[in-house]
């Protein structure tokens, strides 16, 4: 009969590769998670009278290891106002197979694997709740251009760093919470959202035409799918409403036919028309690059109409 490897409770630290914006009801929480095969403690940091993120006493009832502060890269976070906390890291406690070289077995590694899967579906969540991106937005660049000077010295011509968003709406603790279980069940944020934090992005990083054609499809998307939705409940035919949406042909058409539902969109039908539907088709299909202003125009009437046929939840 094999032997069966007796499994033991290791404390250790994840760096969220991402800092996660928490009011402070959420600092301090203490909740295990399933990530990939593994129930992983995860303990957030608490914060002092100096309003500074402290180590957590414990975690999974054991205490913290001291030789652990050496690993901590960037800190536990920091504060950036009265309300908002940015938590680099999380205190965590799990059970793993013992080995001596424990840093290169399959398990550790695939467990490392395992969790930039599960953040990964974190991450947007908690951007479409604080309302800002919270990766880097941009690569980062040296000096284009190097020159000696007269004194013996080299001049660049300045290094460009990603561009970094602070003063995020902060997550409360059931924001958190959530974030953490919709990962775990492996429920992404829905498309049209994704689609807008893509449009988003991609306006922050002057790809203009990205922006506006990420930002017709979300508004493509939600109103697809609020008006597929609608005809199911009311028993028509799956068939007849396939071929309904596909008969709107494109947003203008499926505002319309949003409307004759009853429903009053968010945006008017002209600004749809024009400074969404036409600028988006212009960049899709013409390889016109929009305006910055009708790039803003565009994102903004789109995120306009996903938040109204199908608001986020609020956890």
């Known amino acids: 009969m094999a032997r069966v490897t007796r499994r033991r409770r290791f404390t250790g630290i994840v760096h969220f590769p991402a800092a996660l914006p928490v009011g402070l009801d959420a600092l301090g929480f203490d909740e295990t998670v399933k990530i990939g095969v593994h129930r992983v403690v995860l303990a957030l940091p608490q914060v002092d009278q100096s309003a500074a993120l402290i180590t957590p006493p414990q975690v999974g009832g054991r205490p913290f290891p001291d030789v652990l502060h050496n690993a901590l890269l960037d800190g536990w976070g920091y504060r950036s106002s009265a309300r908002l906390y940015y938590v680099n890291a999380a205190a965590a406690s799990l059970l793993l197979a013992p080995t001596d070289q424990l840093a290169t077995s399959d398990e550790f590694q695939n467990l490392g694997e395992a969790f930039l899967r599960w953040f990964e579906?974190?991450?947007?969540?908690?951007?479409?709740?604080?309302?800002?991106?919270?990766?880097?937005?941009?690569?980062?660049?040296?000096s284009v251009l190097h020159v000696a000077t007269d004194n013996g010295l080299i001049a660049g011509t300045g290094i460009h760093f990603p561009?970094?968003?602070?003063?995020a709406k902060p997550l409360t603790l059931g924001q958190v919470?959530?974030?953490f279980r919709r990962a775990e069940r492996g429920e992404r944020l829905?498309?049209?959202?994704?689609?807008?934090?893509?449009?988003?992005?991609?306006?922050?990083?002057?790809?203009?035409?990205r922006a506006v054609i990420d930002a017709g499809t979300a508004a493509e998307v939600v109103l697809s799918s609020a008006i597929t939705e609608e005809l199911r409940r009311k028993r028509i035919a799956p068939g007849f409403v396939e071929q309904t949406v596909k008969d709107a042909n494109g947003i203008v058409g499926l505002i319309d036919l949003y409307a004759s539902l009853g429903h009053a969109p968010a945006v008017s039908r002209g600004k749809v028309a024009d400074q969404l539907a036409r600028v988006r088709n212009l960049a899709a299909h013409s390889g016109r690059v929009p305006t910055a202003q009708q790039a803003d125009l565009a994102v903004q009437h789109a995120r306009d109409l996903v938040r109204g046929a199908r608001p986020l939840p609020s956890i």
């Not at 498309?191 to 449009?199: D, M, P, V, Y």
């Open 121 to 142: 579906i974190v991450l947007p969540w908690a951007e479409a709740w604080s309302g800002v991106p919270l990766r880097q937005v941009g690569q980062p660049r040296g």
């Open 190 to 209: 829905p498309t049209e959202h994704r689609l807008i934090q893509s449009a988003w992005v991609a306006r922050l990083e002057d790809d203009l035409r």
């Open 163 to 167: 561009r970094v968003f602070i003063g």
């Open 177 to 179: 919470r959530a974030a």
